[in-house]
């Protein structure tokens, strides 16, 4: 079983103004709501290719409940801890570009955190815990740190897809799978990754330096670089044409996940990674299986002679 934590779930509420315009009365051209937070999307995305997952993390009130009830009638298991506060509501606005605005969410006690701990600890041998996503302030820093560590030690896979800070705690452990942009790449080495060349070279070196099985660096529309063991792959995702960023890295986690689980070949789960990226990025929300299984085939896969 997967086990996906969102510790900071959130409705995204995407709000598309083709003429926006700073200290004046703007009106939406389109509005729409999806259950969002990292984890929430990796788990939504493998439902689309019929990998079961868990949800987990803290969720409360009236936007809680409507992730929750989302995630129901999309039939995807889910097992949250109540916090009192309401879950966050993140604002993605579209204008001729995006920009976002995430909110801190709600404060979570450490009994709630401690029963956070407890629920993952029912985990172990043949399960995967995916790690994804901001952690709210009231939450100490090095939770990812000490949840991959529990986790290891039952014999769980442990993937994560986070910032520096609380990534950095859980570095120490054994890791399947860790997903940087190629900014987040750059922010952990100290140096700008530009491009594909860059990530090949500073990828390799951070990879050879830590206990990650696959390090996949990801680079938007030039696609994605992929560590595995000796092995380098660079991956040309298909073009089309910008609908939405938003999900897109969590989407291609998912894709990865789903290559792992079903034991596809090390290229082909590549691909099916790159597909569901691309599905979500050519997409108003999540990429969803009819999406996925049009872009495959698009997805050029390349191995790097050494
Ligand atoms: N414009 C695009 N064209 C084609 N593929 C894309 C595009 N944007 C994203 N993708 C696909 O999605 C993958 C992940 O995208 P990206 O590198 O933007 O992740 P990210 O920065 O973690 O995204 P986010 O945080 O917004 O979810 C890419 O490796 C690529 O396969
Ligand atoms: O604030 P965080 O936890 O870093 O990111 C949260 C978030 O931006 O990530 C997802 C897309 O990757 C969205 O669904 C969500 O709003």
């Not at 999806?34 to 936007?63: C, M, P, R």
């Not at 401690?114 to 901001?134: F, M, P």
């Not at 596809?264 to 599905?279: K, N, Q, R």
């Amino acid at each position: 079983m997967i086990l996906t934590v969102t510790l900071n779930p959130s409705v995204d509420y995407v709000v598309r103004v083709d003429q926006f315009s700073t200290g004046h009365l703007n009106r939406t051209d389109q509005t729409a709501f999806y259950a969002g937070g990292k984890g929430i999307n990796v788990s939504q995305v493998l439902k689309e290719l019929d990998v079961h997952s868990t949800a987990t993390g803290f969720t409360g009130g009236f936007s809680g409940r409507f992730i929750e009830d989302t995630l129901a009638e999309k039939q995807i298991k889910a097992d949250f801890i109540h916090v009192e506060d309401h879950s966050r509501i993140n604002i993605k606005l579209k204008t001729d570009e995006e920009t976002e605005i995430n909110a801190a969410g709600p404060v979570i006690s450490a009994e709630k955190v401690s029963e956070l701990i407890e629920l993952v600890s029912r985990y172990g041998k043949g399960d995967t815990l995916v790690l994804a996503g901001s952690i709210p302030s009231s939450v100490e820093r090095d939770l990812y740190g000490k949840l991959a560590a529990a986790a290891y030690q039952n014999e769980m896979q442990v993937v994560i897809d986070s910032e520096k800070s609380l990534l950095e705690p859980a570095l120490k452990t054994p890791l399947t799978l860790i997903k940087p942009n190629h900014k987040e790449l750059g922010g952990y080495i100290g140096q700008d990754i530009e491009t594909v060349e860059d990530a090949v070279a500073h990828g390799r070196r951070f990879y050879n330096e830590h206990q990650i099985e696959y390090l996949m660096v990801s680079m938007a529309e030039d696609g994605a670089v992929l560590f595995a063991g000796d092995e380098t792959y660079i991956a040309t995702p298909p073009k089309g044409e910008l609908k939405n960023s938003v999900g897109a890295g969590d989407s291609s986690v998912a894709g990865f996940l789903a290559g792992l689980e079903k034991g596809y070949s090390i290229e082909d789960t590549f691909a099916l990674s790159m597909a569901c990226g691309a599905a979500t990025a050519f997409s108003e929300g999540l990429a969803v299986k009819e999406q996925i299984d049009h872009y495959l085939p698009m997805v050029q896969i390349r191995g790097l002679v050494k």
